[in-house]
Every structure is written in C-alpha cells, then in structure tokens.
T-cell receptor, first 115, second 114 residues
Framework: ETGVTQTPRHLVMGMTNKKSLKCEQH?????MYWYKQSAKKPLELMFV???????ENNSVPSRFSPECPNSSHLFLHLHTLQPEDSALYLC??????????????FGPGTRLTVL | QKEVEQNSGPLSVPEGAIASLNCTYS??????FFWYRQYSGKSPELIMF????GDKEDGRFTAQLNKASQYVSLLIRDSQPSDSATYLC??????????????FGAGTQVVVTP
C-alpha cells in the first residue's frame, strides 16, 4: 500500500447505527486530517492531529468522534448521524502542522449515505 | 471569516486551448497556495503549489501569484479532455499559533471539449 488509504470506500447507515471510518497513511507523515466534502461546497476541515495529539476541532458535532492511536492511523467514529451528514469524508496527511508550506495528500475518501 | 473564492464554472475550453482559472483570497498573511485537481467521484490530488510572487511552470501547468492583489491563478496549456475535472484552490491560513491550516475554495469545474 502506498499513499493514504481509506476504508470503507462506501458506507450506508441508518441514523441509529454506529460505524467507524479508517484512514492509514504510508508516507511517514506526522499530521493527519479529516475533511467533509458536500456537493458544491468547499472542503470543510473537521479534525487535525499532529503526532497523535488533536490540535484542531472545528466545532464538529459530538456525533463525530475522532481517534488517532498512532501517527499512521486515524479513525472517525460515527453514531446517531443525520441525513445531512451524508457526504464524502476525506482523510489527508502532511509532513507536519508547523510549516506554512504544508502540502496535504488525500486518501480516496469514504462516500457516506445516512438514511 | 477568511475566504477563498473561485468561479464555480463550468469553464468550457476547446481541446488544445488554454484554460485560465482564478482564485482570490482574503487573508493577507497567507504564504502558500496550492492547486488540486479532483475528478468526479475521486479525491483531490495536488498538481501545483506556489509560494513566491510571479509565475511557476510545471509541464502544461503554470501557477501565477500576485500577493498584492491577493489572487492566484492556474493556466492549463494545450488542454486535453483528460483535464476535465474540478480544480480546487487552497490557501495556507496563518494563525496566531503559526499552524498552517489550508482554506479551500469550492472549486472551478473545467470541461474540455474535443
């Protein structure tokens, strides 16, 4: 595996379900990110982790819960979601979060549908 | 609210012509600027970045940065049907704790017609 991988690629869940999204980066980076992409809207940054420590939480509802057990893995735990949470969820990684020259590399995304 | 603005398009470009995409940003302190390409149903992929005023060329792509006017543009020369995609402009947002956060525009859809 190379780059940034995400599983599952597609997920359909009911509003009462609990599910998790997984991201893994094989680039030796120290920072990982969760983004939400809805149709015709800019990418919305949800969470940022640097060396397994959360450094940013952009007022995301508590029904989204991130977990970063190490610098290569990032999870997004989902529970009691709403239909408006249906979107493409993208994971990204970068070398660090301290540099202004911060190239981020994206995974393929998880297409989430909440019924 | 710091913003990154792009025309949503679609920008229709004949094959072989030059596609010109523009992006304006509100944060004067921004230091780095990125262009991502996103095919329908796929994730964004980085195609160019620029840090200094002026032009930067990479193959058929040229990024242009004018910090005084707060805009960055992307030119695609000899456009090919495979260039049909949405192009996202991303701007580094400078914060008090010096952490580099990327602010994305909504993207410009480019359609290259044979």
């Amino acid at each position: 595996e190379t780059g940034v991988t995400q599983t599952p690629r597609h997920l359909v869940m009911g509003m009462t379900n609990k599910k998790s999204l997984k991201c893994e980066q094989h680039l030796g980076h120290n920072a990982m990110y969760w983004y939400k992409q809805s149709a015709k809207k800019p990418l919305e940054l949800m969470f940022v982790y640097s060396l397994e420590e959360r450094v940013e939480n952009n007022s995301v509802p508590s029904r989204f819960s991130p977990e970063c057990p190490n610098s290569s893995h990032l999870f997004l735990h989902l529970h009691t979601l709403q239909p408006e949470d249906s979107a493409l969820y993208l994971c990204a990684s970068s070398q660090d979060t301290t540099s202004a020259f911060n190239e981020q590399f994206f995974g393929p995304g998880t297409r989430l549908t909440v019924l | 609210q710091k913003e990154v603005e792009q025309n949503s398009g679609p920008l229709s470009v004949p094959e072989g012509a030059i596609a010109s995409l523009n992006c304006t940003y509100s944060d004067r302190g921004s230091q780095s600027f990125f262009w991502y390409r996103q095919y329908s149903g796929k994730s964004p992929e980085l195609i160019m970045f620029i840090y200094s005023n002026g032009d930067k060329e990479d193959g058929r792509f040229t990024a242009q940065l004018n910090k005084a006017s707060q805009y960055v543009s992307l030119l695609i020369r000899d456009s090919q049907p495979s260039d049909s995609a949405t192009y996202l402009c991303a701007v580094n947002e400078v914060t008090t704790d010096s952490w580099g956060k990327l602010q994305f525009g909504a993207g410009t859809q480019v359609v290259v017609t044979p």
